[in-house]
T-cell receptor
Framework: DQQVKQNSPSLSVQEGRISILNCDYTNSMFDYFLWYKKYPAEGPTFLISISSIKDKNEDGRFTVFLNKSAKHLSLHIVPSQPGDSAVYFC??????????????FGKGTLLTVNP | DGGITQSPKYLFRKEGQNVTLSCEQN?????MYWYRQDPGQGLRLIYY???????QKGDIAEGYSVSREKKESFPLTVTSAQKNPTAFYLCASQGLAGVNEQFFGPGTRLTVL
């Protein structure tokens, strides 16, 4: 049973426009959400995160919105650039033993930004 | 430079052989993780370790084994019992307690022939 879902396998956007990547989750124990960016044959790199006590976090061109009642989050990239083309993974964090956390990942969305 | 290293980048093995993937970090992180990525799939957790000499099974631990004898090192052995070992393997680490971000290595692509 997938606890973190990214229902769009791919998204194509024109350079300069907004990219919106969506993510839904089912487990109400998740209390922290992260977005990672991944290029082929490389490890994911951390992009931006949000705590469940907030509804928005912004970092430059990247903004993450959290709608806790809908169990939905989205990543907005404005303006989109060709270098943003990559796979974007949504991840949700829940506490495991002690004070560490386990991440559960969605399947990813391939973003293509066309020049 | 601080970071996570995985070696080698590409690894080929014959079916039925055990193979060990290396993961080293010099970030002084306590927690380390192993994930597997398959085409069209997200990252799935194999094993994780919060401290030296302790590790826990993740969601898909069958056919894998790990050890954590040193804080810096968390090697993963893919055994012959793993039915579909060909995949991209990613190691990650996490630092301060309560900090949720995990930092990933560059990955090892394992192909079993």
């Amino acid at each position: 049973d997938q606890q973190v879902k990214q229902n769009s396998p791919s998204l194509s956007v024109q350079e300069g426009r907004i990219s919106i990547l969506n993510c839904d989750y089912t487990n109400s124990m998740f209390d922290y959400f992260l977005w990672y960016k991944k290029y082929p044959a490389e490890g994911p790199t951390f992009l931006i995160s949000i705590s469940s006590i907030k509804d928005k976090n912004e970092d430059g061109r990247f903004t993450v919105f959290l709608n806790k009642s809908a169990k939905h989050l989205s990543l907005h990239i404005v303006p989109s650039q060709p270098g943003d083309s990559a796979v974007y993974f949504c991840a949700a964090s829940a506490r495991v033993r002690g004070s560490n956390y386990k991440l559960t990942f969605g399947k990813g969305t391939l973003l293509t930004v066309n020049p | 430079d601080g970071g996570i290293t995985q070696s080698p980048k590409y690894l080929f093995r014959k079916e039925g052989q055990n193979v060990t993937l290396s993961c080293e970090q010099n970030l002084n992180h306590d927690a380390m993780y192993w994930y597997r990525q398959d085409p069209g799939q997200g990252l799935r957790l194999i094993y994780y370790s919060q401290i030296v000499n302790d590790f826990q099974k993740g969601d898909i631990a069958e056919g894998y084994s790990v050890s954590r004898e040193k804080k810096e090192s968390f090697p993963l052995t893919v055994t012959s019992a793993q039915k579909n070992p060909t995949a991209f393997y990613l190691c990650a680490s996490q630092g301060l307690a309560g900090v949720n971000e995990q930092f990933f290595g560059p990955g090892t692509r394992l192909t079993v022939l």
